[in-house]
Structure formats: C-alpha cells, structure tokens
Nanobody, 113 residues
C-alpha cells in the first residue's frame, strides 16, 4: 500500500523559508520519479517540482531560483526547500509518485505578514 506523509508546513512571513518533507512507503522509492504539487481553494493542483530517480530536477517557472527539490533514497524521503516565499506560494502542498494515484494529506503553507 502506497503511503505518502507530508510535513513541514506552517505560517511564514514573505521572504521567509520553509523545508517540506515527504516520507514515502509501499514502493521502491529510489526507482521512481517524485513530485511536489500545490493547491489553493477552488483551483486545480499545480505541479511545482519534479525529481527523477537519478536526481534531475525541474520546476514550474514561478518557483525557479527559489525552490529546490531533493531526495534521500535511504530515508525514502523527498524534500522541498522553499526560499524567498511570496504570498502567492500560499497553498496546501502535496508530494506524489506519478506512477501511483495515491496522495497524502498535504501540508499547509501560509505566507503572510
């Protein structure tokens, strides 16, 4: 059974930083692409960042240069380091393995002064 558990969200001021974590289980973590999505109320989930099994990362234009996705295949964990946060980054953030349809509960990120 695939399980994904996100953590690390919270309230942060504009310009601040957060590091999200997602612990995965139920599949061979190191063999799969992992992604981070985000969703705000009334909108579809948006793909934010992708990391290949070998560590190659891609980002949506709006977060390039500010966010960094990484993974630890020993800990079965994918991370999202978020710097220079903006109010528009406010959302619930989810990790996902595109090969499976499971989603975790997400973690709320709120950027506000």
């Amino acid at each position: 059974q695939v399980q994904l558990k996100e953590s690390g969200g919270g309230l942060v001021q504009p310009g601040g930083s957060l590091r999200l974590s997602c612990v995965a289980s139920g599949f061979i973590f190191g063999a799969y692409v992992m992604t981070w999505y985000r969703q705000t109320s009334g909108k579809e989930r948006e793909l934010v960042a992708t990391i290949s099994a070998s560590g190659f990362a891609t980002y949506v234009d709006s977060v390039k240069g500010r966010f960094a996705i990484s993974r630890d295949n020993v800990k079965n964990t994918v991370y999202l380091q978020m710097n220079s946060l903006k109010p528009d980054d406010t959302a619930v953030y989810y990790c996902n393995n595109p090969a499976y349809g499971s989603w975790g509960q997400g973690t709320q990120v709120t950027v506000s002064s």
